[in-house]
């Protein structure tokens, strides 16, 4: 592809990104990238410096912006920092490859050392509640609670459809139109401007995930094995929709309900994988009731 091409395109996505902070975001923010050996981590902050951290890891695609029906209530308390993971669709610039599970950590434990943040709350959804489980399997003390929201795989497989949308998703308009409509049937509306980021995102460099690798023991989508998820002594609250289209969540409830000892599963009713989209005052009240238990 042409660069000139490439540079539209990137600069239609940026300004697109830029458009939900601006439109859409509720509350005053400041932006910055932080340096880590894996490349340029943008970050959106939102709360009181001197309050405690909570960190913020979005669903793969949507990055940081999707969580602008969340941040005011959850800023109110909490110095909320939300993080562009490295490698996918979003604003931080990746420049040295992730090899495998602890690459991932490590990444996130820069970050965290960079903001000299040494113990934190996470909320991670999708691809970050992954990213999530991930991160206290290497870096435990780092964690005091965690919520893991929709987890992307971690507990059980994707449904082979999700490989066909997720497929669809990245190779034009109208992929993206369907992933949504599939991920949010007919109980809720993606604004117009989250839509747009969608798409002009959508004919960017980083690929969907692949059906074969879905048990890749070095890097991600990955299933944790049980002996992983017992050893996990953080505690956990995770949220599962239940119109979850991804993977069958009964399932998940299922393998997740005993894996850590202090794990709490709860199956949400009425939402689906992007539930803190759909439900934000539900959502936002719950995972503040459970950290401040």
């Known amino acids: 592809m042409h660069t000139s091409k490439l ?11 830029d458009k939900v902070l601006e439109k859409l975001w509720p509350i005053a923010f400041s932006s910055y990238f932080v340096d880590t050996s894996y490349g340029y981590t943008y970050i959106i902050e939102s709360g009181d410096k ?23 209530e959850w800023s109110k308390h909490n110095r ?10 979003n604003k931080s610039i990746l420049e040295k490859k992730f090899t495998n599970r602890l690459s991932y950590a490590s990444w996130l434990n820069e970050v965290l050392d960079h903001l000299q943040i040494n113990k934190t709350n996470i909320v991670g959804l999708s691809y970050g ?5 991930n991160f206290l399997s290497f870096f435990p003390q780092k964690v005091n609670k965690a919520v893991i929201i929709s987890p992307a795989a971690t507990y059980i497989p994707f449904d082979p459809m999700f490989y066909s949308y997720a497929m669809g998703m990245v190779s034009n308009k109208e992929g993206v139109k369907s992933f949504l409509e599939w991920v949010f049937d007919n109980r809720y509306t993606v604004d117009p401007l989250i839509e747009q980021q969608l798409i002009a995102g959508t004919f960017g460099n980083s690929s969907p995930p692949n059906q074969e690798e879905t048990q890749t023991e070095q890097g991600f989508p990955y299933v944790f094995k049980d002996e992983e998820l017992a050893q ?9 929709g239940e119109k979850e289209v991804m993977y069958n969540p009964e399932e998940a409830f299922c393998r997740a309900k005993n894996s850590s000892p ?4 709860e199956m949400v009713k009425g939402v689906g994988h992007l539930m803190s989209m759909e439900k934000p005052k539900q959502i936002n009240k719950r995972i503040l009731h459970f950290l401040d238990e």
Do not use: F
């Open 232 to 240: 996990v002594q953080t505690q956990l609250l995770l949220l599962l």
């Open 129 to 133: 509640a992954l990213h999530t489980v």
């Open 7 to 17: 540079g539209e395109q990137k600069n239609s996505y940026l300004q697109s990104y």
């Open 50 to 72: 001197l309050s405690p951290p909570l960190i913020l890891l979005h669903g793969a695609r949507m990055s940081s912006t999707m969580w602008y029906p969340n941040i005011e």
């Open 262 to 265: 202090h794990i709490t599963v």
């Open 80 to 89: 909320v920092i939300c993080i562009d993971i490295l490698g996918d669709k």
